[in-house]
């Protein structure tokens, strides 16, 4: 029988198992069977029990109505007769106990005081007795609850007659269990030997990876082919296996380096932005659920666009590699450091325990980063503004605190650079007035906004108009007047000023080439930033503007300051000396505030010098300033370079300037800077004069 079963096809062994799993059906009826039974006598126990209790009601019911406590007890003594009832109770309509009974010897004896309303009802699982309560009705019409009938029943008789009828079932279901136990036990080699053999070679292979050791099953059926295609998947997956690995090491390998990309800066190997706003999220859940403080550093690098501008942005990524190995270097392990982009560090503190070792931390910092820096043979010098902030102190959320921290940083900077400062709220203030200021600037210029105002530069000996400064005047469409000294710097820093003195420059030269048509000759000093001298074409620039505006170079004059003549590169002084040779003259300003040195005045063409109004404020009173005066006129002499006092506002300082020689003067004793068209009346009312 074994041997044809072999010979059999999956299909026809699959028969053969279904019936083997009908014999398994036939088992669970059969203990379908035994849960019917069980439910069976269940009804029907309740059902005999409810009507047995219906017709001593019946039987009572006079009794209970007539108060006949005797009648009643003789119908219960009647139970002794039905051998289920071990317990019975009549209660009145009010609930008290009128008649009972108890079989003699019986087990489960109740209290009469046992309120039948509490106890549990029906057949209950594994309980030995079962309790009804049954209401006594009045014969009357509107059926009167009058009493209540409590039935206590053995459920002994009960459970020995369903445990003969669930062993009988038993008995029949275990004698079908061994015989579909005797057939599986005949049939599962030859079904499911093979399965196991093909399985346990499988698990094998896979464990070892030994594939050509494989030797596929010798079954003529359907597992016989299946033995002879997993040899050949076998055979495929040898060859593929090198391949695979070799694409699962280069996978994790840029997997690696996406990673690395994903959160570490390129140049300095830190963890970068996105890095650090995570490490900011896991500070604040510390604090939130440790209460473990921390301070918030934010690092911008001074001077760092100066290198980046001169030396070029290979030398700016070595230096910013150099900044972050010292930064490592001088925080504690469990400290955190990023590079946010640009020049910009970020650090957190984490578990610090005062204000004083915050400090120690900020000043290691700014020390080791002003040590000159070894860049491409080039000794280099920078230096760090750090803003500080606090969490919880300031704030609890990484906004607020970065903001704080950005707020505390510039504040450092205007401080001087090169130091740091803790957050206060009014740095936030003095931020968004700021950013607000900064709004508006770069929309200045689209609105015509920014308009040139004219100071007279007056000979002093004849007290006529000689010149005129070109000041630039922020005017808002509103009329409000914005102080130079609250934008000039703001746009110096954005770069903005390149575009505001091309535009000065242009009007400076067309309105100067209309007076001298008019009024005769004169000339206009525009004053020009250090930061327009790296522009390597202003030299064209100038010569172009004063030629679209048809005015001759001798009537125009550039002021630059001590700073610009300090910058001693190649390209400021190839555009001065050009300047210079095409017959633009060059003037100091506030000469005697700065570092200058009398070098620069034989260095460079320079045809003016103009002395600063904090000497001249002093005069004529102050020795020390009457004494620099005296200098620097005697200076301009030796050299042939005409002088302008700035800041004239008194006959005395005038005086005093005229006695010591000064040629030229400007200054609100002579007027205000004012527009084109009140210079042009001064001008106006000086030829009527004549």
């Known amino acids: 029988m074994t041997n044809l079963f072999n010979n059999l096809s999956i299909s026809k062994k699959l028969q053969v198992v279904n019936l083997i799993i009908i014999s398994l059906v036939t088992l669970l009826t059969t203990i379908s069977l035994s849960l019917f039974l069980y439910g069976s006598l269940q009804d029907n126990y309740e059902k005999y029990s409810y009507t047995l209790a219906g017709l001593l009601a019946e039987s009572a ?18 139970l002794n007769k039905v051998t289920d009832v071990v317990h019975a109770e009549i209660y009145d309509r009010s609930g008290k106990p009128f008649a009972g009974y108890t079989r003699s010897g019986a087990a489960f004896k109740e209290a009469l005081n046992v309120d039948p309303v509490k106890l549990p009802l029906g057949f209950q699982f594994g309980s030995l007795s079962m309790n009804i309560v049954q ?62 053999s093909l399985a346990n070679e499988m698990r094998k292979i896979s464990r070892d990876e030994k594939y050509a050791a494989y030797v596929s099953g010798k079954n003529r059926d359907e597992i016989g082919e299946l033995s002879g295609v ?3 998947m076998v055979q495929e997956i040898t060859k593929r296996e090198s391949s695979l690995n070799d694409e699962l090491k280069e996978r994790r390998s840029i997997e690696a380096k996406l990673s690395k990309m994903a959160n570490f800066d390129a140049v300095t190997n830190l963890p970068n932005r996105h890095s650090f706003n995570n490490q900011i999220d896991r500070a604040l859940l510390n604090f939130k659920y440790e209460h473990e403080r921390f301070a918030l550093f934010f690092i911008d690098l001074d001077n760092f666009k ?31 450091v990023a590079r946010l982009g640009g020049d910009e560090f970020v650090v957190l503190i984490s578990n610090h325990t005062d204000i004083s070792q915050i400090n120690t931390v900020a000043e290691k910092i700014i020390s080791i980063l002003s040590k000159p820096f070894e860049v491409e043979m080039h000794e280099l010098f920078i230096g760090a503004s750090i803003g500080i902030t606090i969490c919880p102190d300031n704030g609890e959320t990484s906004e607020i605190l970065q903001s704080q921290a950005d707020s505390a940083m510039y504040q450092a ?43 007279p530069i007056m000979d002093i000996s004849s007290k006529k108009i000689a010149g005129f400064e070109t000041l630039v005047r922020w005017i808002k469409t509103d009329g409000t007047m914005i102080n130079p000294d609250d934008f000039i710097p703001l746009a110096e820093e954005l770069g903005l000023i390149i575009d505001i003195g091309s535009f000065v420059m242009k009007a400076a030269a067309v309105q100067t080439e209309a007076w001298v048509a008019k009024f005769g000759a004169m000339f206009v000093a525009v004053n020009f930033s250090s930061r327009q001298f790296k522009l390597h074409h202003l030299a064209s620039d100038v010569m172009k503007v004063l030629e679209d505006a048809g005015l001759a170079h001798q009537y125009f004059e550039m002021e630059i300051t001590e700073s610009v003549l300090m910058d001693n ?21 506030d000469f005697g505030t700065g570092y200058s040195s009398l070098s620069y005045l034989t260095s460079f063409p320079v045809s003016k010098i103009k002395i600063d109004r904090s000497f001249v404020a002093k005069l004529p009173d102050d020795k020390n300033a009457l004494a620099v005066v005296t200098a620097i ?4 002499d030796s050299l042939s370079l005409k002088v302008v006092a700035e800041g004239i506002e008194t006959e005395e300082q005038l005086e005093c300037l005229f006695a010591l020689g000064c040629e030229y003067g400007q200054g609100y004793y002579f007027s205000k800077p004012v527009p084109a068209t009140k210079a042009a009346s001064l001008l106006a009312r000086q030829l009527e004069a004549l």
């Open 61 to 78: 019911n006079s009794a209970v109505v007539f108060n006949d406590q005797k009648v009643a007890a003789e119908i219960l003594a009647n």
């Open 135 to 196: 209401p006594m009705l009045s014969i009357a019409s509107n059926q009167e609850k009058i009493g209540t009938i409590w039935l206590q029943m053995n459920l002994r008789p009960a459970y020995a007659q369903l445990s003969f009828q669930v062993a009988i079932l038993l008995l029949l279901g275990a004698l079908g269990f061994v015989l579909v136990a005797y057939l599986l036990n005949r049939m599962h080699g030859s079904i499911t030997q093979p399965l196991i």
């Open 230 to 232: 997993f040899k050949i």
């Open 306 to 336: 100066f290198v980046n501008d001169t030396y070029g942005h290979q030398a700016g990524d070595l230096l910013l590699s150099t900044v972050a190995e010292r930064l490592l270097g001088t925080l504690r392990s469990v400290d955190f």
């Open 413 to 455: 900077k205007n401080l001087g650079k090169n130091n740091f400062q803790y957050y206060q709220a009014e740095l936030l203030h003095a931020q968004e007035h700021r950013l607000k200021v900064e709004a508006q600037l770069r929309r200045a210029l689209e609105r015509n906004e920014i308009v040139p105002f004219y100071q």
């Open 569 to 589: 590169t190649s390209n400021s002084m190839d555009t001065i000396q050009q300047l210079s040779q095409n017959g633009i003259s060059i003037s100091i300003d």
């Open 633 to 636: 006129l005697g200076i301009a």
